[in-house]
């Protein structure tokens, strides 16, 4: 897009001038005599009023062309002629208009400026808006949302995905490319604290609090002041825990440990889980009112199998970072490749996928990875059941039959066993003559994964 005119002379005949002279200097830069051209590396667009003698010259028009070479150069005449147009555009000049188009091509030119969709943010430590790789609209929504979100000092938020979809990078992008960017963002595995130390982690303690508390200590909340808590498995916090989080989500204060006075503080918390929240609710496991204070703002990330477009650039994004982590910058892998790993489950998601082409550039001898180098890594990659620990169901706004959701989960287990039907149907806890029945009533041998 444009980032601003420069007029040379009056284009306008007088007219809407005064209008014009309002806009922001950054949109239009007036020149009234002519004298040494500015360089014009900013200007998309330069008007030269040619009826005027000091801006019509042979050597003021060359100058300006050499100057504004990034540029379109429009001329303005009262009576444009053909052999006049022909002379100018020799001198760089691409058009030739009157008075009312000039300031109809001007109108339309301002028009574009405040259309303008704004670049997006940088972010610090490389984790901008380009760092999300892929181009579905899954991906593109999210990139909007970060971008509407990069200016506003929101207080909460919730990041929603499967494991190994990237919840921890949407969570660095926010905050590098936000308005806390300058501030710390402190990450937190709810997973790895046990309850009872969860008070003192977060809040911090005094001196003598407890037993083995031998010096004050500033808990995460305190160091995350003014920045980013970034919370992930908050599904797996206790009841406990869940209480003490929404209290000081709630008040905005907190009380250390041993302490009674209490400190304010300004922490945006970002929280991510793997689970169905509000499946976790209506089982008692997860609170609705912490989840109604954490889920201001939500952001869910879809498996890599629901976007298998995104496969592609993901693939030569690692190739190039493995192959520059491992010295093997020539690595080339063909297009057939690539379109077998589009149909692969990808129960790791991005985090297999990573790993998967981790192994292959590790493993590789020459310059071209094959398919048998990556079926190897895969079959190294997968992840079974009982690493998973949850299966995915898609449920639509109206509801879906219990025999599709049956259908569904004996399919998900089947291609993350690879087909091999006694270990399905002993994860499903049925018989082998009844898993048999479901497959062919369902015809899900057409939906099997390719290994």
């Known amino acids: 897009m444009p980032d601003k005119s420069i007029i040379y002379g009056d284009i306008c005949g007088g007219k809407d001038r005064s209008k014009l002279e309002r806009r922001n200097s950054n949109d239009i830069h007036w020149v009234e005599k002519s004298g040494p051209v500015e360089q014009l590396g900013d200007a998309s667009l330069v008007f030269v009023d040619l009826d005027n003698p000091e801006f019509s010259s042979p050597d003021f028009l060359v100058s300006l062309a050499h100057n504004s070479k990034e540029a379109k150069i429009v001329g303005k005449s009262k009576n444009p002629t053909i052999d006049e147009a022909i002379r100018v555009s020799k001198l760089g000049v691409s058009e030739l208009l009157t008075s009312d188009e000039c300031l109809e091509k001007l109108h339309y030119f301002l028009e574009e400026l405040k259309n303008e969709i704004p670049a997006p943010p940088s972010g610090k430590d490389g984790f901008d808006i380009q760092a999300l790789v892929g181009n579905s609209k899954h991906i593109q929504e999210i990139r909007k949302t970060i971008l509407v979100l990069s200016d506003v000092d929101f207080p909460s938020a919730l990041i929603l995905g499967e494991t190994g979809t990237g919840k921890s990078l949407i969570s660095k992008i926010l905050h590098s490319t936000g308005v806390r960017a300058a501030s710390n963002m402190v990450e937190v595995n709810c997973s790895a604290i046990p309850d009872e130390l969860f008070e003192a982690e977060l809040f911090g303690h005094s001196k003598g609090a407890f037993t083995d508390a031998k010096a004050e200590k500033l808990g995460l909340f305190e160091f995350a002041q003014n920045g980013i808590l970034f919370l992930d498995e908050v599904g797996n916090l206790t009841a406990s825990a869940q209480a003490k989080l929404l209290k000081i989500l709630e008040d905005k204060k907190l009380r250390r440990v041993g302490e009674v006075a209490e400190r304010n503080i300004n922490v945006r918390v970002v929280a991510a889980t793997n689970l169905d929240l509000k499946n976790a609710i209506e089982s008692g496991k997860f609170r609705e009112d912490l989840y109604f204070r954490l889920n201001l703002l939500t952001?869910?990330?879809?498996?890599?199998?629901?976007?298998?477009?995104?496969?592609?650039?993901?693939?030569?994004?690692?190739?190039?970072?493995?192959?520059?982590?491992?010295?093997?910058?020539q690595l080339i892998i063909k297009d057939e490749v690539i379109e077998e790993m589009k149909s692969h489950y990808w129960a790791g998601n991005i985090r297999e996928l990573s790993n998967v082409i981790e192994k292959a550039v590790l493993l590789n001898r020459g310059r071209t990875i094959n398919l048998q180098e990556i079926r190897s890594a895969l079959k190294k990659s997968r992840v079974g059941v009982a690493e998973r620990k949850h299966v995915t169901i898609n449920m639509p706004p109206r509801g879906k039959a219990l025999d599709e959701i049956e259908a569904q989960v004996v399919l998900e287990v089947l291609n993350i066993c690879e087909w091999n039907k006694s270990q399905t149907a002993e994860y499903l806890k049925i018989s082998r003559p009844r898993l048999r029945r479901i497959i062919d009533f369902h015809k899900l041998e057409q939906n099997r994964r390719k290994s």
């Open 299 to 329: 952001i869910e990330i879809p498996p890599l199998r629901e976007r298998p477009e995104d496969i592609p650039e993901l693939v030569h994004h690692f190739l190039r970072h493995f192959s520059s982590l491992y010295s093997k910058p």
